[in-house]
């Protein structure tokens, strides 16, 4: 948590705001925040999530203490052209070269999303001897499929072989149809009246979203760990 004075206001950060659904008694915890809060004078809110569902339910269901307490904003990933100077000066300061070809690969490997990107691209900068090459890009993601490993397995371990097929099916290209027989053979997704079920959970967990056309997978690097497992 951050507390920034502007003035004579004060500008309050929380970052991953929506751990707090997790908390024992979130409810309770949630309604006595908010009754305090909304009766503050010169104090604002900014309050951070990275599980859009997670954030979506607290400020957007009905249900909820913090229903419509703010005006959601949901930030874009920050777009390649940005990335282009800024790893290439990171670069530049340890001796190195990278192009912005090459700076434009590590971003759409990791669409863009900002933690992967950094992380790819320390991984690429730890393996460059002098210039950036196209197999060190491919060594930087083997070492980020090998860091994110650990992860990725416990976060799996609890999913059931069908909602395991159900990831894979997505990463395989299917976003939709998911109640038609030939779906539900070919990726062995059970019964329909447990497509419902499995969209929900997985849409709680993070592990998917969803997007006008359909489901995809939300973390780009467990779309590329799933291709090798």
């Known amino acids: 948590m951050l507390a920034k004075h502007i003035g004579k206001h004060i500008v309050v950060c929380i970052d991953e705001f929506q751990q707090i659904g997790e908390w024992p008694d979130s409810i309770y915890v949630q309604k006595r925040m908010r ?11 900014c309050l951070f999530g990275s599980r859009q569902h997670m954030m979506t339910n607290i400020f957007q269901n009905k249900r909820m ?9 949901y930030l874009q990933p ?7 100077p ?3 000066g ?6 190195l070269t990278i192009s912005e070809e090459c700076v434009t690969k590590i971003c759409d490997i990791v ?11 320390w991984n690429v900068m730890l393996n460059t001897d002098k210039v950036v090459t196209e197999e060190v890009i491919k060594q930087g993601v083997r070492d980020l499929l090998d860091q994110c490993t650990p992860l990725f397995m416990e976060q799996l ?14 990463n395989d290209g299917q976003h939709d149809q998911w109640t038609s027989q030939e779906v539900l053979g070919k990726y062995n997704l059970g019964s329909k009246s447990n ?3 499995m969209q929900n959970l997985l849409l709680e967990k993070d592990f998917i979203e969803r997007r006008e056309d359909g489901l995809y997978l939300s973390d780009p690097v467990l779309q590329l760990w799933l291709k090798q497992h």
């Open 195 to 197: 497509i419902s079920k």
């Open 78 to 84: 920050i777009p390649t052209d940005d990335w282009i």
């Open 111 to 121: 669409q863009n999303q900002s933690s992967y990107v950094q992380q790819l691209a």
């Open 86 to 88: 800024f790893i290439q």
């Open 157 to 170: 371990n609890s999913l059931t072989t069908y909602q395991m097929n159900f990831l894979r099916a997505i």
């Open 65 to 73: 203490p913090f229903y419509q307490f703010g005006e959601p904003n």
């Open 90 to 95: 990171k670069f530049t300061e340890k001796g």
């Open 35 to 45: 009754g305090v809060w909304q009766h503050q004078q010169h104090v604002s809110y």
